[in-house]
Structures are given as structure tokens and as C-alpha cells.
Antibody, heavy 117, light 108 residues
Framework: QVQLVESGGGVVQPGGSLRLSCAASGFTFSSCAMHWVRQAPGEGLEWVALISYDGINKFYADSVKGRFTISRDNSKNTLYLQLNSLRAEDTAVYYCATDSQRYFDSWGRGMLVTVSS | SYVLTQPPSVSVAPGKTATITCGGN??????VHWYQQKPGQAPVLVVY???DRPSGIPERFSGSNSGNTATLTISWVEAGDEADYYC???????????FGAGTKVTVL
């Protein structure tokens, strides 16, 4: 079955950087567009970024555009999210998710990123 | 940007029906998807494309969409249905994915 496992989270100072990874298995990763979605503590879900199956097309939420970069390595079945210029409001659990016709059909367990001095 | 409006909370007795609404401008022209999220867990897709259910989701979960309101209905509510529920659409104008703020369903 589909498995998505995020890693790379932790505590980082404001202005700092972090790279999240999402290891995928149980499906043909190279054929699947992928997303990052985040959830601030006690808040709702917020879409962050999308990357096409081949890595060519990328889309970002306005709140992270220019600071975050989504990428993938299909040879390693891994999705990435590079987080730069981090702010306190970026504190959240970050989920990777598979795309299926404009919705999210499988989700990872999530990884907490805390931005704090 | 496109906005989805959900009631913050819905309370329902076991065995009764819970109705969760998701309002948006002409949302009937969009495909609406619903997710269930229990505390400390990742979201789970329960309805996609307005009214379809993924495999493994009970028939008690159903959806509809028309005009300015989409609806998730949970029939014969069980204690295990207590969770936050989020609606979601793709906004073609901005090429962004949009979530409602979520509705907390409490089983009395």
C-alpha cells in the first residue's frame, strides 16, 4: 500500500533554513504529482506546493512563494521541500501527499517544523 | 482568492445524521473533496469529486454539491466519527488548492 514518510523537521531560528524529505513507496512515484500541505498548531490545513510527476511544473501558495522550493528525485522515490527565510508563522506540521485529479488521496504522518529563537 | 466557508462546529447524537456545509461562490461548478482528521493524525480522504467515496470509506459518508453550497453528510453517526472535517477545491483562476477552515464534529 502507499507509504509516505516525512523527515528533516526540527527547530530552526527565524531566518534559517531546513530541508524536508518525503520517502515514497507502494506506488509508482515517478508517475504521480506530489504536494506539501501544512497545519499550524491548532489551525486548519494549508496547501503549500505542488510538483508535477516529472518535476518540470511547480506551483506555490502565495505565503511561501520565493522562500520555499519543492523538488523531487524520481530515482530515489523522494520528494523534497527546501524552506528558506523561515518565519515564526511557518511553524507547522508539514505533510506530503499524493495528487489525484486535484485532490489529495494519500498522506504522510507529517513532520513538525518549529521556527523559534 | 477563492474562499470556502464552513461552520466551526457541529454536534450530533449517536445514530443521528450530521450535516457539514461548505460554502463558496458558485461552488457547484467545482469539484469538492472532503477530509476527516482525528487528533494527532494525518487527514484522510472521505469523499472526492463531490460524492464519490474512496475504497474503505463507509457508505454512511456521502456528499453533494450545488449552487453555492457543498455538503458532507454522515448518516448513523458513531463515536468514531468525532473529528475535524475539511472541504477542499482546486481554484483554476489562481491554480491554487483551497481548504475550508474545518468543522469540528462532536458526538454527544
Amino acid at each position: 500500500q502507499v507509504q509516505l514518510v516525512e523527515s528533516g523537521g526540527g527547530v530552526v531560528q527565524p531566518g534559517g533554513s531546513l530541508r524536508l524529505s518525503c520517502a515514497a513507496s507502494g506506488f509508482t512515484f515517478s508517475s504521480c504529482a506530489m504536494h506539501w500541505v501544512r497545519q499550524a498548531p491548532g489551525e486548519g490545513l494549508e496547501w503549500v506546493a505542488l510538483i508535477s510527476y516529472d518535476g518540470i511544473n511547480k506551483f506555490y501558495a502565495d505565503s511561501v512563494k520565493g522562500r520555499f522550493t519543492i523538488s523531487r528525485d524520481n530515482s530515489k522515490n523522494t520528494l523534497y521541500l527546501q524552506l528558506n527565510s523561515l518565519r515564526a508563522e511557518d511553524t507547522a506540521v508539514y505533510y506530503c501527499a499524493t495528487d489525484s485529479q486535484r485532490y489529495f488521496d494519500s498522506w504522510g504522518r507529517g513532520m513538525l517544523v518549529t521556527v523559534s529563537s | 482568492s477563492y474562499v470556502l466557508t464552513q461552520p466551526p462546529s457541529v454536534s450530533v447524537a449517536p445514530g443521528k445524521t450530521a450535516t457539514i456545509t461548505c460554502g463558496g461562490n458558485n461552488i457547484g461548478f467545482k469539484r469538492v473533496h472532503w477530509y476527516q482528521q482525528k487528533p494527532g493524525q494525518a487527514p484522510v480522504l472521505v469523499v472526492y469529486d463531490d460524492s464519490d467515496r474512496p475504497s474503505g470509506i463507509p457508505e454512511r459518508f456521502s456528499g453533494s454539491n450545488s449552487g453555492n453550497t457543498a455538503t458532507l453528510t454522515i448518516s448513523w453517526v458513531e463515536a468514531g466519527d468525532e473529528a475535524d472535517y475539511y472541504c477542499q477545491v482546486w481554484d483554476s483562476t489562481s491554480d491554487h488548492y483551497v481548504f475550508g477552515a474545518g468543522t469540528k464534529v462532536t458526538v454527544l
